[in-house]
């Protein structure tokens, strides 16, 4: 009887929202437009016409040991400075500025555990460890200008780690929870990094998995790591090896209370956060402070309207994104707001957990991904409408292009038809939001996400000169310097201009994604230009996991595309050929060449597909051909192939797949 109700619930849902599909725009909810923190349109002007004092206007919002004079300093272009004059500290701004206001018993973070443990964590309590922690290192050694690198779950200490090192000026270098033992050794040794602060074991789904003693099996060799510093959290077992290892809750009883924050240059490094370009060597994104905390307060406070004394904010990332680093981390800390951080997976231990939260803890702000939104979908309303999710007011995505049927699944549903969606696109290498729209003020289209945030310039130019396209498709661009804009890569300056600022001048940050602007100005954000797979709102360089899938000792070369898939948005599909005679690997090398590839990067970077190749398509100068690598796993006429040294492969290729949907039928 039930299930027959939920499906009728089903079917009307569904046939609501075909219906809805062709609403061009949704505009700002009345009330919601009333109450707005920015509600006058005027702001784009303003910030416009003189934008640099716009940004120096918001840094100011923000506390300064020594208050800047300059905005950007733009003579050595595109190594661009931001409040070059101004001394701050992002720790004091996430943290004693919140307590020295009286604030110190504001909940900073409801902390939630996989199995249902929860912990209200408030700003003088974090502060406290912070100070701690911060003098424990500086015992340990680490000074300013150091690089620590921290390999954490979702648990409070992440944070504690991050404001940390920020306190004394330590560059943190935060790697994913996700990502393999070989990733964390890869970024520890590039970054050159002093410290690494990590965990014994994690939990996901009920199991546990040791951390601490996978990191040893690869580390030891890396001798500028000097220190690990292991944060007791699944009572794993694990060595500690005299000298080098220490356990965190010791260190902290034993270290000082205080610890002032040190006064820094404003472009004194805050963190190094790698991620995936278009080579196998994953780029160390170099944020610095005093622009990066500018850019990320405004963003987030305008973006989604934050009133920190009655909002209850919550970002679904995890910390090892700029997401998280942006809109978990500094974002919300510096605004004083409070927020839920949970440690577990979507769907345990049930599939409404995320709502079960949103009611629990009161949320009003909820910002996730498309994909996450496409699984509760396939989910269903039931795990949703067990809930009451009456106090949310706002919703946002990130990540990847949200489809107009899941925006409006989550309107409808989630936000019970009176919650603006943010759709906020931006990047590792942006700091903060870029393109999204003001709640109050813009109207929404589904699927686009509008128009720049006040002060930014963004454009569609075409591919070959650089001019604008007034109608269609080109490439993204930004067109005038932005605070929280990356500064360099990590010890690769002749990247960073090659990557960014090569292709249209100094002045034009090529962003690396097809883009189209409507009639109305408004941004579709198209995808990926360069070879780089969007997974879940994930970036994965096709280059890095083909060289972890060639370092199989049975593949002789792989070629990896992104696929379009209606959960990841784009998944990971690899063309493979087998060392010696053999043309086929069995069911059981599938599964053996996706686990290697597990345990190189991470369970992310898993191909979910892959096609056995007799041989690649390759130009007669041996490039790989991937577009019609993408047209034969897409399913669509293959391109032109004249090029090709050798035609008859793609045949070959042809007849694969042909024999793939079969079987499968
Ligand atoms: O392709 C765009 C996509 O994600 C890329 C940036 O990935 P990453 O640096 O990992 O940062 C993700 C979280 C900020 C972009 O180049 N992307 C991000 N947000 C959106 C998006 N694509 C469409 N719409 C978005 N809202």
């Known amino acids: 009887m039930a299930d027959t109700a939920t499906q009728a619930g089903g079917e009307q849902l569904e046939e609501k929202l075909e219906g809805m599909l062709d609403i061009e725009k949704f505009e700002p909810p009345e009330d919601f437009h009333k109450h707005a923190l920015l509600s006058d349109p005027s702001v784009f002007e303003e910030a416009d016409r003189d934008w640099k004092g716009w940004w120096l206007k918001q840094a100011k919002e923000l506390h300064w040991f020594k208050e800047p004079t300059e905005s950007v300093d733009e003579s050595n272009a595109p190594f661009y400075k931001w409040f070059n004059d101004g001394k701050i500290n992002a720790s004091y701004n996430c943290l004693d500025r919140h307590v020295e206001a009286g604030n110190g018993d504001r909940v900073a973070f409801h902390w939630r555990g996989e199995e249902g443990e929860e912990r209200d964590i408030t700003y003088a309590e974090l502060l406290r460890d912070t100070q701690k922690l911060a003098n424990a290192l500086k015992e340990l050694g680490i000074k300013k200008g150091d690089v620590v690198g921290i390999f954490l779950p979702m648990i409070p200490e992440v944070v504690v780690a991050m404001m940390a090192c920020a306190r004394i000026g330590a560059p943190h270098n935060v790697v994913f929870g996700g990502f393999s033992a070989d990733s964390v050794k890869e970024r520890m040794e590039f970054s050159e990094a002093k410290a690494l602060i990590t965990v014994d074991g994690q939990r996901r789904k009920g199991k546990t998995a040791p951390v601490k003693a996978k990191v040893d099996e690869v580390i030891s060799g890396l001798d500028t790591l000097q220190h690990m510093i292991v944060v007791k959290s699944t009572n794993n077992d694990c060595e500690m090896k005299e000298g080098r290892d220490h356990w965190y809750h010791e260190l902290l009883e034993k270290a000082d209370d205080e610890c002032p924050a040190e006064e820094l240059d404003a472009e004194h490094p805050l963190y190094i956060l790698y991620t995936s370009g278009s080579t196998a060597k994953p780029k160390g994104v170099v944020h610095t402070t005093g622009g990066y905390l500018t850019g990320i307060a405004a963003t987030h406070r305008y973006v989604f309207d934050l009133k920190p004394e009655e909002d209850v904010y919550w970002c679904s990332a995890d910390v090892g994104w700029v997401t998280g680093h942006s809109y978990i981390v500094y974002g919300p800390m510096l605004n004083g707001a409070t927020s839920v951080m949970f440690e577990g997976a979507p769907d345990y231990p049930h599939k409404g957990i995320w709502w079960e939260l949103c009611e629990r803890y009161g949320v009003t702000l909820f910002y996730t991904a498309p994909t996450a939104i496409r699984a509760c979908m396939k989910w269903g309303v039931e795990h949703v409408n067990k809930f009451d999710l009456s106090k949310l007011r706002l919703l946002g995505t990130v990540g990847e292009p949200i489809n107009p049927k899941a925006w409006l699944w989550y309107h409808v549903v989630i936000g019970g038809e009176r919650c603006p969606i943010v759709d906020t696109w931006w990047q590792t290498e942006t700091g903060a939001i870029m393109i999204t729209p003001l709640p109050g003020i813009v109207e929404t289209k589904p699927g686009s996400a509008t128009r720049p945030f006040p002060g930014i310039a963004a454009d569609v130019v075409d591919e070959r000169d650089g001019t604008p396209v007034a109608d269609g498709q080109g490439l993204l661009v930004i067109t005038r310097p932005w605070p929280s804009m990356l500064r360099t890569l990590y010890k690769?300056?002749?990247?960073?201009?090659?990557?960014?600022?090569?292709?249209?001048?100094?002045?034009t940050y090529l962003v690396g994604d097809a883009a189209r602007k409507d009639k109305d100005g408004y941004f579709w954000i198209i995808g990926r230009i360069d070879d780089v797979v969007n997974v879940s709102g994930h970036r994965m360089s096709t280059a890095e996991v083909e060289s972890a899938i060639v370092s199989h000792r049975m593949v002789a070369e792989a070629a990896v595309i992104g696929q379009a898939d209606e959960d990841s948005g784009q998944a990971i599909c690899a063309f493979v050929t087998l060392e010696g005679d053999e043309t086929e690997g069995s069911d059981d090398l599938i599964a053996e060449i996706?686990?290697?590839?597990?345990?190189?990067?991470?369970?992310?970077?898993?191909?979910?597909?892959?096609?056995?190749?007799?041989?690649?398509?390759?130009?007669?100068?041996?490039?790989?051909?991937?577009?019609?690598?993408?047209?034969?796993?897409?399913?669509?006429?293959?391109?032109?192939?004249?090029?090709?040294?050798?035609?008859?492969?793609?045949?070959?290729?042809?007849?694969?797949?042909?024999?793939e949907h079969q079987s499968e039928q």
């Open 594 to 659: 996706r686990e290697h590839v597990a345990g190189r990067i991470g369970k992310l970077a898993r191909p979910k597909r892959i096609i056995w190749a007799d041989d690649l398509p390759k130009t007669r100068s041996g490039k790989i051909m991937r577009r019609l690598l993408r047209d034969i796993a897409e399913g669509r006429a293959v391109g032109d192939v004249t090029t090709l040294r050798d035609p008859d492969v793609m045949q070959q290729l042809e007849g694969k797949i042909k024999e």
């Open 492 to 507: 690769e300056d002749e990247r960073f201009v090659e990557t960014y600022f090569d292709r249209f001048g100094k002045e």
